[in-house]
Antibody
């Protein structure tokens, strides 16, 4: 059974960089059939797609976040990572990683999510 | 990219059918058959219920169905059950090779 687990600091100071890791178990992140992505959800609000990465390293980002986001893949560790710089309180959210089957544009497996609060 | 438009809330009684709409543009919903629907219970991760407009992943009851007409996609739940009470989110592939979500709809089972 495929499992995704997000990890990282739960509190980040304004203007600093938010860094999260998503560890994948029960399957290979090097699958040519899947993309791996990050989605976030501010408290009480809807979902927002942040971006996706392919095992080759190709990335796709939300235009509204593109200037601040980096998503990367580490096939040796079966992990993907998210870095979001210059954070503000508006970046406070639950951050999810998810698997997308190529060609479906749908997240079929999701991590449990991790709350990141931006505050001094 | 602008978020897709969903009603903030819908409600129905057990056994009834409800439909949730998701309106976008020709650059997303109307341009591609890549609309997905997710169910999210409080404090839980979203669960994929419908993909590619009308396909159901294994294990999703056939009470859940999806459709699309023009720039509007719809999720219909028939034979409403208490456990269907949740938030529902739609998403679509876009012409920019990105995803866009709707604002989410809270379903209340009366």
């Amino acid at each position: 059974q495929l499992q995704l687990q997000e990890s990282g600091p739960g509190l980040v100071k304004p203007s600093e960089t938010l860094s999260l890791t998503c560890s994948v178990s029960g399957g290979s992140i090097s699958s040519s059939s899947h993309y791996w992505g990050w989605i976030r959800q501010p408290p009480g609000k809807g979902l927002e797609w942040i971006g996706s990465v392919y095992y080759s390293g190709s990335t796709y980002y939300n235009p509204s976040l593109k200037s601040r986001v980096t998503i990367s893949v580490d096939t040796s560790k079966n992990q993907i990572s998210l870095k979001l710089n210059s954070v503000t309180a508006a970046d406070t959210a639950v951050y999810y990683c998810a698997r997308e089957t190529a060609g479906s544009a749908a997240g079929d497996y999701w991590g449990q999510g991790t709350l990141v609060t931006v505050s001094s | 990219q602008s978020a897709l438009t969903q009603p903030a809330s819908v409600s129905g009684s057990p056994g009834q059918s409800i439909t949730i709409s998701c309106t976008g543009t020709s650059s997303d919903v109307g341009g591609y058959n890549y609309v997905s629907w997710y169910q999210q219970h409080p404090g839980k991760a979203p669960k994929l219920m419908i993909y590619e407009v009308s396909k159901r992943p294994s294990g999703v009851p056939d009470r859940f169905s999806g459709s699309k007409s023009g720039n509007t996609a719809s999720l219909t739940i028939s034979g409403l059950q208490a456990e269907d009470e949740a938030d529902y989110h739609c998403s679509s592939y876009t012409s920019s090779n990105t995803w866009v979500f709707g604002g989410g709809t809270k379903l209340t089972v009366l």
